[in-house]
């Protein structure tokens, strides 16, 4: 269940050695700076903990935890942003953006998407022209037609706070991940740390089998356990399998010494 408690007191500890995309150290202690409590902070965190995007984590953090230092350039913002305390985040948000404040359309909004992903300097300078001030309807020379872009301006948007949120996504868009990327991640995330935190043992047993032959992170792993007073048990002619498993209060020692 995405709203079960002991696994965001995990999570918020920063309790996250072996969970799926949160074990790094600036992950975990980026957890502890932010208490998640909703499934939606941790799809935020997985987005945000990158290079751009990471920039944001302060105000991110700020934000979610004090409300009054949630800002919106122009009220057109506040029902895209407001999941994320004001703070673009996802590639989703960006195309939300010039769709409601400029008149695109999906497709020509997933246009600007890509465009500011694969950073073309000079084609995003032109769709700040287009993105400010709108564009007439065109029609190419093999038929298609381009429909009219209405243009912040024409939309009541001020062209200083335009041009301030171009610049903005601008930036971002370089590195975004887009939500539905970062919740199957998050979601997966979310699994493992569940398990973690209601079934350790298990959990721990099938993590050190899944790092067979990687030493260093079973002595890591083996570490781990023994501060929540599980012993990794040597292995036993009697009693071990070939993976690592739940013997009593304890972990056996498995018999494989690489992975299958």
């Known amino acids: 269940p995405l ?3 002991l696994t965001y007191r995990t999570l918020a500890k920063g309790d996250t050695d072996g969970v799926f995309q949160l074990e790094s150290g600036g992950m975990r ?5 932010l208490s998640p409590d909703r499934f939606e902070d941790i799809i935020a965190a997985i987005a945000l903990y990158r290079p751009g995007p990471m920039d944001s984590i302060p105000a991110y953090i700020e934000a979610r935890h004090n409300s009054s230092r949630i800002k919106y350039a122009h ?3 506040e ?3 407001n999941s994320t305390y004001g703070i673009i985040i996802y590639q989703e948000q960006v195309m939300r953006i010039v769709q409601d404040m400029a008149g695109y359309s999906l497709g020509q909004a997933d246009m600007v998407r890509r465009m500011m992903g694969k950073k073309k300097v ?3 300078a032109k769709e700040e022209q287009t993105f ?3 564009k007439p309807e065109s029609v190419e020379s093999n038929g298609k037609v381009n429909r009219a872009i209405d243009g912040c301006l024409k939309r009541g948007v001020p062209e200083n706070v335009a041009k301030q949120i171009w610049a903005e996504m601008k930036d971002f868009a370089k590195y975004a991940f887009n939500k539905s990327h970062s919740t199957c991640y998050a979601y997966v995330a979310f699994q493992t740390a569940y398990l973690k935190a209601h079934y350790p043992k298990a959990y721990f047993a099938a993590l050190l089998t899944s790092e067979l032959g990687n030493m260093p992170k079973i002595a890591e792993y083996i570490a781990e356990v023994g ?3 599980v012993r990794v048990l040597p292995p036993d002619v ?5 993976s690592f498993h739940v013997s009593g209060e304890h972990i056996r020692f498995g018999f494989l010494l690489q992975p299958v």
Request: glycine content about 8%; charged content about 30%.
């Open 3 to 5: 709203d079960d408690e």
């Open 29 to 33: 202690q980026m957890l502890t700076e």
């Open 132 to 134: 400010v001030y709108g």
């Open 75 to 77: 009220p057109i913002l």
């Open 238 to 242: 009697n009693e071990s399998r070939a």
């Open 122 to 124: 000079d084609a995003m």
């Open 227 to 229: 501060k929540r007073g």
């Open 79 to 81: 029902p895209i942003l």
